[in-house]
């Protein structure tokens, strides 16, 4: 079964860190690029950032630079989302997804992230 | 700052027809954007709808498409049923590796 599934998210304080992974699995995970998309509680979707297939390439939204760094391991069919210096704005579900054609394919169910003291 | 913008709200009866927009407030959409359209329910993963501005999906129905109006892009809902009520977000590819959403529209289909 094609599928995606977020782990790592939960209850932190502000000025905190954690890191998120996405494991992949039923497609060749090495072939696309990777996204990690978030909602924040009663807001809409915002990309966040993404990675090229072999992990060379990164982008960010301007609001994370400097504190989030995406990666991804091929040959553990996962991805990554490291998270620094948290603040309440960063509280979110967060989900990732596979790049395809300049889109978002494959979706997973999503992570919690609650930055609060 | 790149900011894409959505109808807030839309509201449609069963059986009708909507067209939703995708707009950047600094430029003229185009497929050099990739518009892509996304369903999004509470308590669900999103459900990508249309890609590369005009290409459902795997299994989304043909009442659902996407195009360039003008200087946007748009989704058209034809026949709208009571469970396409649900939030919609357009993303557009704005160069660099960027990619930003709207702020999505909030359909009522009543």
């Known amino acids: 079964e094609v599928q995606l599934e977020e782990s790592g998210g939960g209850l932190v304080q502000p000025g905190g860190s954690l890191r998120l992974s996405c494991a992949a699995s039923?497609?060749?995970?090495?072939?696309?690029?990777m996204h990690w998309v978030r909602q924040a509680p009663g807001k809409g979707l915002v990309w966040v950032s993404c990675v090229n297939n072999d992990g060379t390439s990164t982008r960010y939204v301007d609001s994370v630079k400097g504190r989030f760094t995406i990666s991804r391991d091929n040959a553990k069919n996962t991805l990554y989302l490291q998270m620094n210096s948290l603040r309440a704005e960063d509280t979110a579900v967060y989900f990732c997804?596979?790049?395809?054609?300049?889109?978002?394919?494959?979706w997973g169910q999503g992570t919690v992230v609650t930055v609060s003291s | 700052q790149t900011v894409v913008t959505q109808e807030p709200s839309f509201s449609v009866s069963p059986g009708g027809t909507l067209t939703l927009t995708c707009a950047l407030t600094s430029d003229s959409v185009s497929t050099s954007h990739y518009p892509s359209w996304y369903q999004k329910t509470p308590g669900q993963a999103p459900r990508t709808l249309i890609y590369n501005t005009n290409t459902r999906s795997s299994g989304v129905p043909d009442r659902f498409s996407g195009s360039i109006l003008g200087n946007k892009a748009a989704l058209t809902i034809t026949g709208a049923q009571a469970d396409d009520e649900s939030h919609y977000y357009c993303?557009?590819?704005?160069?660099?590796?960027?990619?930003?959403f709207g702020g999505g529209t909030k359909l009522t289909v009543l």
């Open positions: 993303v557009l590819y704005v160069g660099s590796g960027i990619w930003v």
């Open positions: 997804s596979t790049g395809d054609s300049h889109a978002f394919a494959l």
């Open positions: 039923g497609f060749t995970f090495s072939s696309y690029w």
